[in-house]
């Protein structure tokens, strides 16, 4: 994408009528590319200004939106015609999303994830947030980028860790709608877990399966107005979970929610043995946990209370009835996602 010959991003900003938008970059990825990036707006003959950050999980909150916003009032833009372009992991995508959304009242926006979970699954959709109150995305708006571009370029400089982060959301869409995908990634992770993910020749077809099918599953209900959301699947549990406990990741904590709704479901004769060995086995040879000590009882207690809250007062929990269908659980208890959990931990025991 950054090649000087290829101008669809220099096209789509001068398809604004302006010449200097305000790119903001994540440091690390601008410790790799940012002189191939801006070799590349010279070469379109755009001139931008760059604001580079160091976001994270734990400054994922009004306090990095209002500076940003400070840092705009100190700019000589325009509202329509200098967009921001936002060139980043998840975290600077919501952030610069909800930015956009309420900076004088809105101003366009483009995205371009440098993440494997922001190629799958940030940059995908309209949703924006930050987090507030130890609660993850509660301030948040719906703000549709003007444009989401995915290139799989940036991916490489990944460490592996983060490769697995994104791993994560690409299981979750393969267990609740594509039994093909979820057999294409165990195929691709089996041979050397995630370590060669980024280079191995399947990776254009999983993630364009990936893409795909997360635009399907949102396209119809973009703006959530149906809350039984197959995409849901591994995101009741796994919020607690990313803010509370240290230092864990996104995709690590959707894991572990993952495998509770997996050993949710087998207990409730939902999902058979023989699969929810095959989810657990694809999670822990991606190099993920499948549980975690943080997951006590009032932990969960209070995650399902806020869920129902979330989802206006229905449980709607998604768990695998078998990989590639999902069904949505209503009325689960307390009680039964112990069980869950430790079954989980038996299995982590015996491994």
Known sequence: MLEPHNSVLGDA????GGNTPVVIIDRTVDSHHGAKIRDYFRSQEIAPHYLVRDLDESKKGLTAVEELAAALDALPIRRRTDPLVAIGGGVLLDVVGFLASIY???????????T???LIDAGIGVKTGVNAGRHKNRLGTYWAPDRAFLPPEFLPTLDTRHIRNGVAEIIKLAIVRDRELFALLEGTITENGCAGFVSHPQLESVCVAAVSGMLEELAPNLWEHDLRRPVDFGHTFSPALELGAEDMLHGESVACDMA???AFSYNRELLSWE???RIVRTLRQSGLPTVHQYFTEPVIASSLAEAIRHRNGMQHIPVPHSIGQAV????????EWIAARDLCLKEESNR
């Open 104 to 114: 004088r009242r809105g101003m366009p926006y483009i995205r371009i994830p440098t």
């Open 260 to 262: 509770l709704c997996a």
């Open 328 to 335: 949505f659980i209503e009325d689960s208890t307390v009680t």
């Open 275 to 277: 699969e929810f060995e």
């Open 116 to 118: 494997l979970v922001g």
């Open 13 to 16: 900003l001068r398809s604004y």
